[in-house]
T-cell receptor, first 116, second 107 residues
Framework: EAGVAQSPRYKIIEKRQSVAFWCNPISGHATLYWYQQILGQGPKLLIQFQNNGVVDDSQLPKDRFSAERLKGVDSTLKIQPAKLEDSAVYLC??????????????FGEGSRLTVL | RKEVEQDPGPFNVPEGATVAFNCTYSNSASQSFFWYRQDCRKEPKLLMSVYSSGNEDGRFTAQLNRASQYISLLIRDSKLSDSATYLCVVNGNQFYFGTGTSLTVIP
């Protein structure tokens, strides 16, 4: 079974530029998550989708971050304009159950963003 | 107050040692609990779930104390390959991750 795919693996941009990350979850997984992991910290949820609907985006900085999951499959996370503090690894995860359940999260390898 | 708090360590232990990690959570309504493992520059992976009665998986034992809102992970007979960061995860209405506890097992 193929895992969660993410691209690009690495991205270096200057502040105020824009960047987009792509994620393709495990086939059949209805729930998709985007996490931000800053060095030395645990992953922090940015947004959670159930199929193509948003379940939780309370911690997404909506003035600069946006995410979509068209057709309930793959997803894109965009940052525009980027700030220095956005330097982090952006992890996409998927699970086979709804957000109230206790299923395992399967993570992609992450997209490492450096903002200069 | 953070949803999940962990001692970040680092813990440096010799091979064969027993080491314990602790974690506390703030929301008493939390439903499920996990330990994830994250190797350096890799993604987190589920190590084990934590059940109210306590559970064991080989050299790893996890325990939950709902009254004290406290979770623990015990690793016996540490191996070099156990070196990683261990993340405490609590699921209420979303998955909350702790900061992680860094473990290095020394030959």
């Amino acid at each position: 079974e193929a895992g969660v795919a993410q691209s690009p693996r690495y991205k270096i941009i200057e502040k105020r530029q824009s960047v987009a990350f792509w994620c393709n979850p495990i086939s059949g997984h209805a729930t998709l998550y985007w996490y931000q992991q800053i060095l030395g910290q645990g992953p922090k949820l940015l947004i959670q989708f159930q199929n193509n609907g948003v379940v939780d985006d309370s911690q997404l900085p909506k003035d600069r971050f946006s995410a979509e999951r068209l057709k309930g499959v793959d997803s894109t996370l965009k940052i525009q304009p980027a700030k220095l503090e956005d330097s982090a690894v952006y992890l996409c995860a998927s699970s086979s159950r709804s957000w109230v359940a206790t299923g395992e999260l399967f993570f992609g390898e992450g997209s490492r963003l450096t903002v200069l | 107050r953070k949803e999940v708090e962990q001692d970040p360590g680092p813990f440096n232990v010799p091979e064969g040692a027993t080491v314990a990690f602790n974690c506390t959570y703030s929301n008493s309504a939390s439903q499920s609990f996990f330990w994830y493992r994250q190797d350096c520059r890799k993604e987190p992976k589920l190590l084990m779930s934590v059940y109210s009665s306590g559970n064991e998986d080989g050299r790893f034992t996890a325990q939950l104390n709902r009254a004290s809102q406290y979770i623990s992970l015990l690793i016996r007979d540490s191996k070099l390959s156990d070196s990683a960061t261990y993340l405490c995860v609590v699921n209420g209405n979303q998955f909350y991750f702790g900061t992680g506890t860094s473990l290095t097992v020394i030959p």
